[in-house]
């Protein structure tokens, strides 16, 4: 039978749990993704907004204590670096990478050569023009930082999903050869960076990643290229099974692998089931990672649901991340520690 101090007692642990739960978000595990995940890093996408917002300290505390890599989300990009031609603008980029930096996160790149997120100016140029603006882009912005960044998404979604290479002004100006002369350039520019190609709908074996496997062994071959990044915005029970295998056909050809952008999105409001599906679904992909031994780190698209850019693209979708929207650790939080840890 509980004494009259029992009950005090209770009632004031009751009481504290409930200042403290509203005080800061819910944290039911003593580890974090960074010590589960060992000598692989954890990594995440960081916004430079987020980590400077002060209306929301969480973001920085939550990138400092569960995090050990970074992805600049957009401050890398060439509109964000070079919004007009030979005008360089490093703020943001530097903003995000001084905090990886300061806080041991191995900092990738992200990313030299896409057709998206591309200013104007770039789509007006031709021929040579084009060739001496894309390598002096990727000299520039590789060499500001150097010593900060370990590796670089040299060239991003370069292939549709039939394989063929997909419309941009580099493949309309410069042809295929473009992505052999981008890493060319990039190897020049920083010989201690690791060279990525990165892309999405190549996670499983399928006609895309065929022909991303046929680019990344011609690269290999003259040592252009020392990493894959499979981007891995998977939809929640469509993972595909094959991840592991497809991971490791890469990894044979001599490259690092890595998952570089995960989340797992659902119809929102998120109902009990899919957060569940969910966190199978993250233990899956951390899994295949680690059954991989060249596969070298795991990055998620972003930390908590809020920010994340599912619901913009796919209304109506969202949920996709492992901290809900006020940072409680969900389902596949703990499922994702659990497959860390084994
Ligand atoms: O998360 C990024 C979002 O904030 C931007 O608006 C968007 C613009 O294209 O890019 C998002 O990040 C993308 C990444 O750079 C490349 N792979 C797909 C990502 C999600 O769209």
């Known amino acids: 039978m509980l004494t009259l101090k029992g009950h005090l007692f209770s009632a ?21 993704l960074k010590a589960a995940a060992g000598s692989r890093y954890f990594g995440a ?35 964000a670096t070079e919004p007009s031609e030979g005008v360089f603008t490093f703020s943001q980029g530097d903003q995000v990478a001084s905090f990886a930096v300061s806080n041991n996160m191995l900092l990738r790149g992200h990313t030299l050569v896409w057709h998206s997120q591309l ?6 140029l031709t021929g040579d023009d084009l060739l001496n603006a894309m390598n002096n882009h990727i000299t520039t912005v590789m060499t500001h930082f150097q010593g900060q960044t370990f590796a670089w998404d ?42 990525y190609i990165n892309d999405f709908n190549t996670e499983g074996i399928n006609a895309k990643s065929d022909a991303l496997l046929e680019t990344v062994q011609s690269l290999k071959a003259s040592n252009l290229i020392d990493g894959v990044g ?13 991840l592991q295998q497809n991971l490791q056909r890469f990894a044979d050809a001599g490259v690092d692998v890595a998952i570089t ?39 998620t698209w972003g930390i908590p649901d809020i920010y994340s850019w599912v619901p913009g693209t796919f ?28």
């Open 315 to 342: 209304p109506g979708q969202g949920a996709a991340l492992l901290f809900d929207d006020n940072y409680n650790e969900k389902p596949a939080f703990s499922s994702t520690i659990d497959a860390l840890s084994n």
């Open 45 to 79: 996408a960081l916004a430079a907004g987020h980590l400077s917002n002060a209306s929301d300290p969480d973001f920085a505390l939550f990138a400092q204590e569960q995090f050990s890599g970074a992805t600049p989300e957009n401050e890398m990009k060439w509109d």
């Open 230 to 242: 499979f981007q891995s915005h998977f939809i929640v029970g469509e993972v595909p099974q094959d």
């Open 119 to 124: 200013p104007a100016w770039v789509s007006t």
């Open 154 to 195: 040299v060239v991003n979604e370069a292939f549709n999903d039939d394989g063929t290479l997909g419309t941009s002004p580099f493949l309309t100006q410069l042809g295929s050869g473009y992505i052999e002369t981008a890493f060319t350039t990039a190897r020049a520019a920083d010989p201690t960076a690791k060279l």
């Open 12 to 32: 004031f642990y009751i009481f504290s749990l409930a200042f403290l739960s509203r005080a800061s978000p819910a944290r039911r595990q003593t580890t974090t």
């Open 261 to 299: 952008e995960l989340d797992i999105r659902m119809t929102v409001p998120a109902s009990e089931a899919n957060l569940q599906q969910q966190a199978t679904d993250y233990a899956f992909v951390i899994n295949a990672c680690q059954a991989v031994s060249r596969c070298v780190g795991i990055t």
